[in-house]
């Protein structure tokens, strides 16, 4: 799940929380004031997890001649 910021405009807060996509275009309210006037801003910390995606490696094989060289 993508963490987005988020900025207060009421008590010029920033704050962070992870978002599911469904409720990726609601805006939480402030952790602080309460207040809904809150908006995403555009962080590049959207890969800090570093998910590792499958990793299937099918590719390879070629280092298979197996010794017998000497
Ligand atoms: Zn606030």
Do not use: W
């Amino acid at each position: 799940m993508p963490l987005y910021e988020y900025h207060c405009q009421n008590c010029a807060e920033d704050f962070e929380k992870i978002v599911r996509f469904s409720e990726a275009d609601r805006l939480p309210p402030c952790p602080v004031c309460g207040s809904t006037e809150t908006h995403k801003k555009i962080s590049a910390a959207a890969s800090l997890g570093g998910s590792s995606s499958g990793g299937s490696r099918s590719s390879g094989g070629s280092c298979g001649s197996g010794g017998g060289f000497s």
